[in-house]
């Protein structure tokens, strides 16, 4: 009877060990970016259900990343991409990834949705991992006290010019020089 329960046991750790299970945690990377080079990588572990990191979950990491990394560096990160790394490969496909590595285990994430991890051989689920690249903006100050000029108009003045004479001319500059009230009247009455 202890023969068939060790072959038992060793079949089911053979199944377990062998075949892909379903994902119940979640690496997720976060690389921040300035000018093209990767400043800053945080990673933490995330835990899915049955394979699948909520959209709801996925917002709040991405939300709490930015803010601890502005808190950290006092610079404003957007996301720019997203992808998952994910090790799917069935037991027969194993021996072949050996002998001949390729495959489609990244997947672009193009929207903030669930990401759906595929089931995984467990001594493969530690390579499965989400990557969220963010990068820093440039002209982003993040002050509440901003003075910015909205109005972005500009005033055109019209400047008509008179021809005078050059009489008039002198006339005018020199009674503008009397007496800023005469002057007035005199300037005006020049045509």
């Known amino acids: 009877m202890d023969l068939d329960l060790d072959l038992d046991l060793d079949l089911d750790l053979d199944n377990y060990v062998l075949h892909p299970q379903p994902q119940h945690g979640l ?3 976060h690389a921040f970016m300035t000018d093209h080079t990767i400043q800053h990588v945080v990673e933490e572990r995330v835990e899915i259900d049955d394979g699948v990191l909520r959209q709801e979950q996925l917002i709040w990491c991405i939300k709490r990343q930015q803010q601890q990394q502005q808190q950290r560096t006092h610079a404003h990160y957007k996301l720019r991409a997203m992808f998952l790394y994910n090790m799917h490969l ?3 496909e194993v021996l072949d990834f050996v002998r001949h590595p390729k495959g489609d285990f990244i997947v672009p994430i193009s929207a903030v949705e669930d990401v759906v991890v595929r089931p995984t051989i467990p001594m493969f689920a530690g390579m499965n991992a989400l990557h969220i690249m963010y990068e820093g903006c440039h002209n982003h100050t993040h002050n509440h006290n901003h ?3 909205h109005n972005q108009s500009k ?3 019209i400047v008509v010019q008179t021809t005078r004479t050059t009489r ?3 006339t005018c500059a020199r009674t503008a020089r009397a007496s800023s009230t005469a002057s007035k009247n005199r300037i005006a009455s020049c045509p």
């Open 27 to 29: 690496r997720v990377v």
């Open 90 to 92: 069935a037991p027969e």
């Open 147 to 149: 003075n910015h000029n």
């Open 155 to 157: 005033k055109k003045y």
């Open 168 to 170: 008039c001319r002198r």
